[in-house]
Nanobody, 122 residues
């Protein structure tokens, strides 16, 4: 098993930046692809970004492409989501999830963090 803990959320003005972290413990983190999802009030959980086990494959939702960057530091067992040019519509609880296979469907992920709130004011 792997345990995930997100951090880095907060309140930021539109146009600002935040960096989310997803720290893992337990089994070797390098065995897992990691994805970020977000869920706004009254909406379904949606895919944001994902990175494969080796870190060379990165995927983004169209809504965040060019603004968000995903990366992983294997030595620190941590995956990051750098979020720039934030918009009010980015407001949501952000979750990281891990699975041996990279995918964009949240139901297919076995391991989840508790989430971190991101609020972007206009």
């Amino acid at each position: 098993q792997v345990q995930l803990v997100e951090s880095g959320g907060g309140l930021v003005q539109a146009g600002g930046s935040l960096r989310l972290s997803c720290a893992a413990s337990g089994r070797s983190f390098s065995d897992y692809a990691v994805a970020w999802f977000r869920q706004a009030p009254g909406k379904e959980r949606e895919f944001v970004s994902a990175i494969n086990r080796g870190g060379g494959g990165k995927y983004y939702a169209d809504s965040v492409k060019g603004r968000f960057t995903i990366s992983r530091d294997s030595a620190k067992n941590t995956v990051y989501l750098q979020m720039n040019s934030l918009k009010p519509e980015d407001t949501a609880v952000y979750y990281c999830a891990a699975d041996p296979f990279l995918q964009t469907i949240p139901d297919n992920y076995d391991y989840w963090g508790q989430g971190t709130q991101v609020t972007v004011s206009s």
